[in-house]
Each structure stands twice: as structure tokens, then as C-alpha cells.
């Protein structure tokens, strides 16, 4: 991948820390299965398996590094987050990361979520850069692993507080990654990390979109499309992008809003209102009750002259249903509707 491109989302992320840690700048990451990634995705610690020493590889790549720090936590989301909330406070100079196994064992935490990350600036003037690293996808996995509650960090968003992201690709993630480094005031990073994603063939990036280019918090549809013959603009996040792409369709343009909060408002109406004669249609995996949907709603209601509709899963007690046939058929209903109306 560094020599021929197709950069997918775990050697994006190493390269985000590795081009950090030549700068200088720590990195701390700290989770349950961090060091190789729930999903076996990261590998950033190598074992020798007849001496059974260990190596980080990021940690002998430039004399005068930055210090990397990877740990495997226990099983206390309240705990970890909690200590990891307190370093991140005393070293600013750090990128502190904290992931959780699944998105959804945040919520062991949502003590540390409440009264510090979200509220601890407006409180007592405490700033922080903390990074959450949330996985989150609705792949038949069950209520229990799917849904990080995206509804839930957009409805403490306020007055700046935080950034929440959805990136879609591994350069988008890595260029945002390294804007929440060196970004002064610190704020806290809560970032919807992927899963089936991780290994997508088409969800990779080209060498070149990491060395050149920013975060870009709305991706237009890149295709060569006649926008004034598109009827609808879908406006997706994260893995639904590729779903969606899956089954091309000219009459239909994919908007990707990588970053939730602070909403891109102003770039996503510029982006939409490109096209002249098109419906703008929020879809989400989430059930309508769930999801960004609410958030948008109330922050947006319509772009320009145009009111912004959804496509999603009915409201629902659970995030997810318990059965694998279930899911897959309600997301062939989500597809179909999101493209065919």
C-alpha cells in the first residue's frame, strides 16, 4: 500500500500517527484489543512468537520522535476514559486517543461523557483534545454491537463543544486525525469509526490524497454526472456511501457529510443546491428515531427552498434488530427506497 496506493483504513490511521510521531507530537492510544484492533485490522504491535518480545514499528521510525503509547485496557469503558480524559487535559500537546471495543460499550462511560467531555469547557474552562473512537455500523451484528448512539453525542453538541465525525475514507480520517492534533483551543474528537468498512475493496485511498489536501467535512459525488438531470441528492455518512454507490444511478447524486458537528451547513447547501432540479434525501441506517436525523432536522429543516426528507429504518426501542435475515432484508428496503423513492 505505501508503494502502490489502495490505502485502506487501518494503514491510513498508522500513517496519521506515524507522520505525527516524525513531528514530534505524542500518540496515545489506549482501548480493549487496541494494539491490534477488535476487528484484527490495526496490527501496530508485532510479537515474536518463539521469544515472544514485542515491537512497535512506530516507535523506530525517525530519531527524535514523538513517544507512541499503545495499550490494551480492562474491561472498565469508565475507568479507562476516565484516566484517559485526565491525560488528555495535562498533556496538550499530545494526540490522546481512547477506542471502544464497539461503539455502543461507550455508553459504560457516559458518566465521563457528560460531565466532562461535553460540558467540562463551558463548566470550569477545562479544555480538552480527547479523541473517541467509536465503531459503528449497522451490518447484522445485533443490537448490542451495532450503534455507537450518534443521536446521543449530537444532542450534547453545543456552543462549539466538540467535533463529531463520520469520515467515509481512509485519507478523510487520516487528514482529520491530524487537524484534531494540532487544532488550538483543544476540543474533544468523537469519531464513528467503521467495521465492515475496514476491508470494503472500493473504501481506500490513493497515496496522493494524503499528501496533498485537508479534512473536507462534505465529499460531492466525484462521478461525471448531468447534475441538472439529477432528480434526488442522497446525503449519507460513513459505509452506506458504498451501498448506495453499489447500484449507480445518473438520476442520483451521493453527498457524503463527513463531519456532523459543528454542521457544515453552509458547503453542504453550496453542494446541493448544484443541483438544480434535485430533492435533497438524509439516509441513514439508524431507526428514525436514532441516527442524526433529529439533529438535522432541527439545525437544517430544508436547504434553501428545498425541505430535506428521510430515508431510514422505522423508530425503535432496540438500535438494532437481534436477526441477521431481518436485517439484510430491511436493508435491501433502505437501498430501494433511498434509490428508486
Known sequence: MSRAGDVDWAFGELLAFGSLLVEGVPVRLTGQDSRRGTFAQRHAVLHDRASGQEWLPLSDIAENQGRFSLYDSLLSEYAVLGFEYGYSVERPDALVLWEAQFGDFANGAQIVIDEFISSAEQKWGQRSGLTLLLPHGYEGSGPDHSSARIERFLQLCAEDNMTVAQPSTPASYFHLLRRQAYARPRKPLVVFTPKSMLRTRGATSALPDFTAGTFEPVLDDRRAIDRSAVRRVLLVSGKLYYELLGRPDPSVAVVRLEQLYPLPA????????????????????????????????????????????????????????????????????????????
Not at 439545525?299 to 435475515?325: D, M, Q
Open 266 to 341: 453552509a458547503e453542504l447547501t453550496r453542494v446541493v443546491e448544484s443541483y438544480p432540479n434535485a430533492e435533497p434525501v438524509w439516509v441513514q441506517d439508524e431507526p428514525r428515531n436514532q441516527g442524526a436525523w433529529t439533529f438535522l432536522l432541527s439545525e437544517l429543516g430544508s436547504i434553501g427552498a428545498r425541505p430535506l426528507r428521510l430515508v431510514s429504518r422505522p423508530a425503535s426501542a432496540a438500535p438494532a434488530t437481534g436477526s441477521s435475515k431481518r436485517h439484510a432484508q430491511e436493508q435491501r428496503e433502505l437501498i430501494d427506497e433511498a434509490l428508486k423513492g
